[in-house]
């Protein structure tokens, strides 16, 4: 194969913010910057761009010096900086390790926050924009396009990215796990903080039915409330609207607890020991945790969510070890499509599907024939089918030796051809457009 | 007869895949598995339902003394009463009880010989089916809520002491969720439980012209019906909640059980499922 994949890149594991801010390639096209040239090093690429990474993915000459030159020279001249800063902070994968980065990029695995989800939109919004661009072909459509269902495997086949990896999120959780649907459920603000108000906003995403907002002062109280079209109370009030609120989330300033267990036991006679969650995110706590020994009700203050957090990120871990699994899996076989891109074993595959399917329908004929049939007219049969078959590949297969001694580059209509005769035997899906559709 | 028993078998083996499968698809969390474990469910439902048929249409009357036909019976209207709660309140989880209660009970009622039961003179139809019928329902109800009871107490647990899920603990429902089937196995369970009770009563008047024989299971089930009648009345007047509920609802399905297999297989009663039919 004439050709190889390259892939440059600086990322959160490699280099400093500032280099990376320095470095980053937003809004760079790799056909105006010169990158991709019709006769140059390199003939395909592809930019990610993003606070945690930028990342240049190409396609070009076997000859590493020459694509890395062309390749540095390009986006130090894009950021207006110096190729040496920049040559000390990159890596350089090929072949085999470019793909198996870049597959591994678009499951989550190298990110900052293992298996977050915004990196593989990311990674479609670049191959949008290179795509618009021009800039990639045969090689890098078919790599993104495997990244892409490669991450989609490893999200369902493993829990990389299923449990809560932020404060506000685990709380989420948790009471999703105690409730269910939240969108029958109450919550109550006290303390009108930052915090309070970040966690509230997470709780309304989940379609909670009411926010209450209790604070010291109750214009403050009001302010919030507005904000998300909610009752206002004072501190004072909070035990009358207690028996309504099934998530509490406190954060007052205030040094000595507010609520006591003894206090709640009224509140759950009133509401019929329904549950209550409440999360306690003021530092020194506002909730004594005697409370989280009365039945159905569950506390956590900021030092359980925290751990939550910790062991979800540990668990993610172990799950990245079976992600990598999945990856090499789907490298391998992106490998063995792209050594099928020479021309001799697409001619070889074409051939012997053309002989299974012969042999198949004459198989099938014979069955409808009578059993006492003479050998000259099975043999007659055979070759009918044979040459039938071989007639009909006569044409793609000189026309892609014609195009591959023509151009030097084939891969296009090797690709085509294989596709066309689906000699990748692949499953197709009914609607393998269906997600497009929609946008 | 021998049709009966490969129908037998093969509704055996549909519930033994239908178990196995579910409990792989929870480990494994794979909700395909799920599916197919809850279609080779229902398939042994369905084949059940057609056996259970079959066997009262063709031998009718002599069928229902035969002990066989009612351990039958139980294991189908456990599945009877998960598939309604899977349809209602989309609990599929629940089939980690259903499935292997069911092949249990199933598989017991092809292990014993078949034996006829010493039911005396006449079969008051009626109150003999409102009888069967109403606690065979009532304790697929409670075993519901025993599962839905055990599954809620572990994860109320991890949750209280703040302890580390494990993806099959992620992947259970709320315990809201627990709840509510407690709730309606208690609600619906208990009514029924009395209405057989009752009608078992009635029944005795009329056949052994004695409402009360101070039987073993007399005893055992005015009992249960107690701590029952408690668990309804505290649920109902909206005291309880939770842990205590679910508890309650395990150790009175721990309890029909033991009446069931200890007292129908071991004393002597009248309810008897010996083989020997003494």
């Known amino acids: 194969m004439e050709h190889k994949i390259h892939l440059f890149g600086l990322s959160h594991k490699t280099a400093e913010v500032e280099i990376r801010e320095k470095f980053a390639l937003t809004g760079f096209n790799p056909i105006d910057a010169g990158l991709v040239t019709k006769q140059g090093p390199v003939c395909e690429a592809l930019i990610l761009s993003t606070c945690n990474r930028v990342e240049v993915l190409c396609v070009g000459i076997p000859e590493d010096e020459q694509v890395r030159n062309r390749v540095l020279e390009t986006w130090a001249g894009f950021c207006g900086a110096q190729a040496d800063l920049l040559a000390r902070h990159i890596y350089h994968y090929t072949d085999r390790d470019a793909v198996r980065h870049l597959f591994s990029v678009a499951a989550s695995l190298d990110s900052m926050v293992l298996g977050e989800p915004q990196i593989l939109g990311q990674l479609k919004d670049a ?59 109450r919550a109550m603000l006290i303390g009108a903080g930052e915090m309070a108000e970040l966690a509230a906003l997470h709780l309304l995403n989940q379609g909670l039915k009411e926010i209450m907002v209790a604070n010291r002062t109750l214009e403050r109280a009001r302010e919030l409330a507005d ?24 954060s007052t300033g205030s040094s000595s607890a507010i609520i006591r267990a003894r ?27 005697d409370v989280n020994q009365l039945d159905n009700i569950y506390l956590y203050d900021i030092d359980d969510l925290q751990e939550v957090v910790e062991e979800n990120l540990a668990g993610r871990k172990e799950e990245a070890r079976k992600a990598e699994g999945i990856i090499e899996q789907e490298v391998a076989k992106f490998e063995k499509w792209l050594n099928s891109l020479d021309l001799s074993p697409t001619i070889v595959d074409l051939l012997n599907k053309g002989e299974t399917i012969a042999r198949k329908e004459v198989k099938k004929s014979l069955r409808n024939l009578p059993a006492d049939l003479d050998d000259k007219t099975r043999q007659t049969m055979e070759h009918l089918a044979e040459s039938l078959v071989g007639k009909l590949y006569h044409d793609p297969i000189a026309f892609l030796k014609r195009r591959s001694r023509e151009e030097g580059s ?12 689906n000699l990748d035997e692949e499953q197709i899906p009914d609607n393998p457009h269906a997600d497009k559709k929609g946008k | 007869m021998l049709s009966f028993r490969i129908l037998d078998l093969v509704i055996a083996l549909l519930y033994l895949s239908g178990a196995v499968s579910f409990l792989l698809g929870i480990i494994y969390s794979r909700n395909k598995i799920q599916n197919i474990s809850a279609c080779l469910t229902i398939a042994g439902f369905g084949l059940h339902t057609v056996d259970l048929a079959l066997k009262y249409s063709l031998g009718l009357g002599e069928v229902l003394t035969q002990s066989q036909f009612y351990i039958s019976l139980l294991a ?46 006449l079969l008051q139809g009626l109150w003999f089916g409102l009888h069967i019928g109403s606690l065979f329902v009532s304790i697929a109800l409670l075993a519901m809520a025993f599962g839905a009871g055990l599954a809620y107490l572990h994860l109320d647990n991890k949750i209280k002491t703040k302890s580390r899920m494990g993806n099959v603990t992620r992947d259970l429902p709320s315990l809201n969720t627990f709840d509510r089937v407690n709730h309606w196995a208690v609600m619906v369970g208990f009514p029924l439980f009395t209405l057989g009770t009752l009608s078992g009563f009635i029944w005795a008047a009329f ?72």
């Open chain 1, 127 to 185: 191959y949008r924009k290179a795509v618009d661009e021009h800039s990639t072909g045969v090689i890098i459509n078919r790599m993104l396009h495997k990244s892409f269902s490669s991450a989609k495997r490893t999200r369902s086949e493993t829990a990389v990215s299923s449990s809560a990896v932020s404060i506000s999120y685990a709380a989420v959780e948790l009471a999703k796990k105690i409730f269910g649907e939240l969108d029958n459920h």
């Open chain 1, 227 to 250: 904000r998300f079209q909610g009752k206002a109370m004072c501190l004072e009030d909070i035990f009358n609207y207690l028996p309504q609120a099934d998530i509490i989330i406190s």
């Open chain 1, 263 to 289: 206090d709640l036991r009224e509140v759950l006679r009133k509401r019929k020991h329904s549950p209550m969650f409440f999360i306690d995110i003021a530092v020194p706590r506002d909730i004594d945790p």
């Open chain 1, 410 to 421: 084939s891969e296009k209509y090797i690709d085509l051809a294989r596709k066309v005769f």
């Open chain 2, 76 to 121: 189908w209207t456990f599945l009877l009463i998960f598939i309604l709660l899977w349809w209602r309140l989309k609990l599929k989880f629940l089939s980690l009880i259903a499935a292997p209660l069911a092949l249990v009970i199933f598989t017991c009622s092809l292990a014993i010989s078949p034996a006829t039961l010493p039911i005396p003179g």
């Open chain 2, 207 to 278: 056949t052994w012209k004695t409402i009360f024989s101070w039987d073993p299971k007399e005893v055992f089930t005015i009992a249960i019906w107690f701590f029952f009648a408690w668990l309804f009345h505290k649920r109902a007047t909206g005291g309880w909640k939770g842990r205590k509920p679910a508890k309650l609802a395990i150790l009175i399905f721990i309890l029909s059980l033991i009446s069931f297999v200890g007292i129908n297989f071991f004393t002597e009663t009248h309810h008897s499922l010996r083989p020997d039919g003494t």
